[in-house]
């Protein structure tokens, strides 16, 4: 997106795309909260980003991503690996993915913690696998769609500076 | 212990600059796992100009506060993490080290706040943590140190008691409640720090570990009281010498001196009503409005304390007399800490919107805080036994939990008032469990009524042998004055209770009362026509006794006493004060024939005598129940009845 169709050059390059790019920013917005993916709290994330922390929300994802990944590695061995697994553990780990979910306001994954942790507490193996499944998959599309936003966000950062495409 | 922002009594602020301007600087450690979250939490910290430390790992935290303690003020930590159990830490900072600690969790189902609650923790937040609930964590650091404050000045109690009652009597000849009992409260404490005053001494005198029996004031008892007193004179019984008179083993001093000082504050309160006019208006006085009708009982002018004793005209339900004043006050400020908490309470609920101030008990001693509760019930049972003080009412001073008294809030007052209808209770002596019971009800903000309600109501039901017909006098009258809201739900969050939470308990009732509209006067008149149930304050109705367990933890026990219960008691409470006003109209009519509130005509018909005197009108309550019980009454009437007509 963002590609000016004749010219192939990223808009950004342009100067022009800022307006387009905080416009499909929005709707990028718009659509994961209408889907549910992400709720007020993300909003919230950004409110907190200032010029202390102009960087905020794209850390504190980054961040997500980063633990999210291990967790979610982890609850994989833990539910495959041995004959019985510790359900202890995996609450524990579904407990801090709801956890980080819920503060970056990734609503569709708290709520899949929420399916997950009920049927851990029923010792449920299948039904923890198929819960993972879940998480997963939601999980990867709030990823996607995180990258993709920050993307546009990059590049509106960068279109609105450049007025002038620049030799190099 | 005055906020001076300067977090004076321990709170962080160390270094000169940040003194001033705390919360500001308030130094944070947080403790989580969950790296997304303390980066989200650190920022918003931050934002309230905290200075933030944070860390994912239990021990590390342990060691950073074990290094140096003094360099936190608070500590933020999830309960649930993997290498370290949560709740482990949170007792250890606690009680170790002294901090306040707030739980986090993703989770906040009751049963981990209560068991946050039980480790010691001063909040529980649910994550997403939002800003607002940060904005306001600054408060369990200075109600740590208030309490710790409170607890570590050593008792006096001659001094303090009779400081304390000049404390009170001042305040009640001054009109203008709130800032004054604020500000004497403070500057009582002040002095308190210095004189070694009795706030919090109670406490001190019995170490949570020590917790003793709690002395029920049988009339046998109080009699003993009496005769001493009356034998050294009013003005010279000291509480040491009235215990010697007495010579009653297995009461202590403290026992005495706060039961000497609510009798001195009934006298003072029964001398003042006995001046007062005769307008038998007590429905007008049930006019109170869901803060305890302070405004009401100000107003009307009849009351000569000052309205932080509003439960006396409020009480009114049934135009009984007031002695309650001085049992309500002096009800839950048995220890020396509780006139000037009391009636602290009793101001910051009517200033500031209810929100009574905390007292929070550490978790080991096992009181809970509630605010607002027990005094009534101490009058109540004060009054059904015609001075049956329950010993534990007058004794909260000399328990562990001596705050507690000082967080009944406002709705003491009304508490009182309706406790007064109680006839003296032939047999049971009411124990005054019930304030015990109160420490175990969370704290919550809002008034009395509900809480009271719930409370006597369960009182009731406990103590009194509600199935004789001598019972219909027990029923306190709950015309409520509307309003506990249902914050209970929203109070768990401040819940400082660290024993017996009956929080449930006093759900049930707040929910009920909430309900209740704050004309009492319509309440009553629809109760002569309603048939709800007398719905106890919690599940157990009936004859549910609430006792406080040696470490405080509320115990209900006793079943619930059918017969009291007209019809299917409405457990949830949706109808309590119509429940009780009903129950208690069943009960008098069962009794008397009668018909409507109005006409209750108890025998006797204490209610339509123009009594002149208080003594007049204690006398015919004890001579009717006299008559009916086998309650023996001796001649000394311990209380100045005040005019019926004077007590509304």
């Known amino acids: 997106m963002g590609f000016v169709r004749k010219t192939a050059l990223p808009l950004w390059l342009l100067g022009w795309g800022a307006e387009f790019l905080l416009a499909d920013m929005s709707h990028l917005l718009a659509l994961l909260f209408h889907q549910g993916v992400l709720d007020e709290q993300f909003l919230h994330l950004r409110q907190l980003q200032d010029e202390t922390s102009p960087n905020f929300v794209y850390e504190v994802t980054s961040i997500y991503f980063r633990e999210s990944e291990n967790l979610l590695m982890n609850l994989k061995l833990l539910l495959t690996e041995k004959e019985h697994s510790d359900y202890t553990k995996i609450k524990v780990h579904v407990n801090q993915i709801m956890g980080s979910s819920s503060s970056i ?64 | ?56 790992d239990g021990a ?49 189902d009751t049963k981990l706040v209560m068991r946050g609650v039980y480790h010691g923790a001063s909040d529980y937040l649910v994550k997403p943590v939002r800003m607002e609930e940060l904005k306001n964590i600054w408060q369990h650091v200075i109600r740590k140190n208030f309490n710790s404050k409170l607890k570590n000045d050593c008792p006096n109690l001659d001094k303090v008691n009779d400081r304390e009652v000049g404390v009170v009597g001042n305040m009640a ?109 007590y429905i007008r006085l049930a006019s109170l409005d869901k803060y305890g009708e302070f405004q009401t009982l100000t107003g009307s002018g009849r ?25 309500g006050l002096q009800g839950n400020a048995s220890s020396g800490v509780s006139s000037p908490n009391y009636l602290q309470t009793l101001n910051s609920s009517f200033t500031k919107a209810g929100k009574l101030q905390e007292v929070s008990l550490p978790a080991n001693q096992g009181s809970s805080i509630f605010q607002g509760v027990p005094t009534t019930l101490n009058f109540n049972n004060i009054i059904n036994s015609s001075i049956k003080v329950t010993g534990n009412n007058l004794d909260m001073g000399s328990s562990p939990n001596g705050l507690q008294n000082s967080v009944y809030s406002g709705m003491s007052s009304h508490v009182f008032t309706q406790g007064s209808q109680l006839q003296p209770q032939n047999a049971s002596s009411v124990e005054v469990t019930a304030s015990a019971s109160w420490q ?49 739900e929203d109070s768990r969050r401040d819940i400082e209770c660290d024993g017996g939470l009956i929080d449930n308990v006093v759900r049930h009732v707040n929910y009920g009362l909430s309900q209740h509209g704050k004309d009492r006067h319509r309440n009553y008149k629809q109760i002569s026509s309603s048939t709800s149930a007398l719905v106890p304050a919690n599940g157990a109705s009936g004859s549910v006794s609430q006792r406080m367990t040696q470490n405080g933890t509320a115990v209900y026990s006793g079943v619930p006493d059918v017969s009291v219960i007209p019809e299917q008691s409405n457990l949830s409470g949706v109808h309590h004060h119509s429940s009780v006003e009903v129950s208690y109209i069943d009960h008098m009519t069962k009794c008397n024939d009668l018909s409507s509130l109005e006409h209750m005509k108890p025998q006797g018909s204490i209610y339509n005598a123009n009594y002149e005197s208080f003594d007049e009108l204690m006398n015919a309550v004890i001579k009717r129940d006299h008559n009916r019980e086998t309650m023996l009454m001796d001649g000394d009437m311990l209380f100045d009845a005040s005019q019926l007509g004077s007590c509304i």
Not at chain 2, 458 to 468: E, M
């Open chain 1, 105 to 168: 306001g990734a609503n569709r994954i708290r709520n899949a913690c929420v399916a997950f942790r009920a049927v851990s507490d029923q010792h449920n193996r299948v039904g923890c696998l198929r819960a993972l499944e879940l998480l997963e998959k939601e999980y990867n599309y709030l990823k996607n769609k995180l990258h993709e936003f920050f993307q546009i966000e990059q590049q509106r950062s960068l279109a609105a500076r450049a007025r002038y495409p620049l030799p190099n």
């Open chain 2, 1 to 56: 212990m005055t906020v001076e922002g300067n977090g004076r009594g321990g709170v962080g602020m160390r270094d000169e600059g940040g003194r001033d301007k705390f919360p500001t600087g308030m130094r944070v450690l947080a403790v989580d796992d969950d790296s997304t979250f303390l980066k989200v939490l650190e920022k918003m910290l931050r934002d309230c100009k905290y200075h933030v430390t944070t860390t994912n």
């Open chain 2, 60 to 108: 590390t935290a342990l060691r950073l506060l074990r290094e140096n303690r003094k360099s936190f003020d608070l500590v933020m930590s999830d309960v649930q993490m993997p290498e370290i159990d949560g709740f482990k830490l949170l007792e250890t900072v606690v009680f170790e080290m002294d901090l306040p600690v707030i739980m986090l969790s993703s989770y906040g």
């Open chain 2, 173 to 281: 000849a001054s009109g203008d409640l709130p800032g004054k009992l604020t500000k004497r409260r403070k500057e009582q404490n002040e002095d308190d720090e210095d004189e070694d005053s009795e706030d919090g001494g109670q406490e001190n005198e019995e170490p949570s570990s020590q917790k003793k029996p709690r002395v029920v004031w049988s009339v046998e008892l109080h009699q003993k009281f009496i005769n001493a007193v009356n034998q050294l004179g009013l003005e010279k019984a000291v509480p040491k010498k009235i215990l010697d008179i007495m010579n009653v083993e297995g009461i202590t001093r403290e026992n005495v001196a706060s039961h000497l000082q609510k009798y001195r504050m009934y006298l003072k309160k029964a001398r003042g009503f006995a001046s007062e006019s005769k307008d038998p208006s």
């Open chain 2, 303 to 327: 009351l000569s304390s000052n309205s932080s004793l509003p439960s006396y005209s409020a009480i009114g339900m049934l135009g009984t007399f007031n002695p309650p004043s001085y049992l």
């Open chain 2, 440 to 488: 175990g009800v969370t704290r919550y903000s809002n008034f009395p009524s509900a809480t009271l309600n719930q409370h006597t109501s369960t009182n009731l039901r406990g103590n009194f042998n509600l199935t004789s017909p001598d019972t219909c006098d027990n029923l306190i009258d709950f015309s409520s004055t509307g309003a506990i809201s249902g914050t209970l």
